[in-house]
């Protein structure tokens, strides 16, 4: 099921990104009047969003409930722990892709869901290297993510690449790695 989830979003984005514009530069954003003409113009533009908007929450409903599975009849144990990890890494990239996507849209409920979560990833603490240099994570992170001193385009750019090219290919690289060890181990029979 949750690999049918992913192929649904890969689907329904290849479709959104014909239309979808991310650009954050003047008022109204062409971001935001992208998606506005994909729903209100584009021939069930509405329905394909819906199924992107709707399939991406089911999936990360699906993701907690077989990782859940998994844990509960102990699927998780030798020799599959390698699987195990690979699974939760991926979990935390469908929460990754989720979030990215929450900001795509360029509407108010984004740009400021967007501005608390780079707050947070920017509150990492400094890391002090003994004799040596202090390392300030979270800043790094804070600018890397907001592509400049506020938020903005390059924003909006950053989380675009992050949302369509880096996460589908390391989840479809990962997806490969589980399923491959699958095979070499087998399906686990429930304790």
């Known amino acids: 099921m949750v690999f049918i989830l992913i192929v649904f979003q890969l689907v329904t984005g290849v479709f959104l990104a014909f239309y979808y514009v ?3 530069a003047g008022t109204p954003a062409p971001a935001y009047t992208s998606v506005n003409f994909i729903m209100n113009s584009v021939y069930l533009g ?8 709707w399939g991406a929450n089911l999936l990360i409903v699906m993701v ?10 102990g699927s998780y144990r030798a020799p599959r722990e390698l699987n195990w990890m690979v699974g939760v890494v991926m979990l935390f990239l469908v929460l990754v892709f989720s979030l990215t ?29 003994p004799n040596g240099p202090v390392i300030d994570i979270g800043g790094w992170t804070k600018q890397l993510l907001q592509g400049g001193p506020v938020l903005g385009p390059g924003t909006l750019q950053r989380f675009f690449t992050i949302h369509v090219f880096l996460l589908p290919a390391v989840i479809l690289l990962l997806m490969f ?15």
């Open 177 to 191: 790695v589980h399923f491959k060890l699958i095979r070499q181990h087998g399906i686990s029979e429930p304790l």
């Open 64 to 73: 907690v409930v077989h990782m859940a599975r998994v844990f509960w009849t």
């Open 101 to 129: 996507g929450y900001l795509l849209p360029w509407d108010t409920k984004a740009y400021w869901a967007t501005s608390v979560t780079i707050k947070i990833a920017g509150s990492v603490p400094q890391i002090p290297i």
């Open 46 to 53: 509405w329905l394909v969003r819906g199924v992107h908007f």
């Open 22 to 24: 991310p650009d954050a």
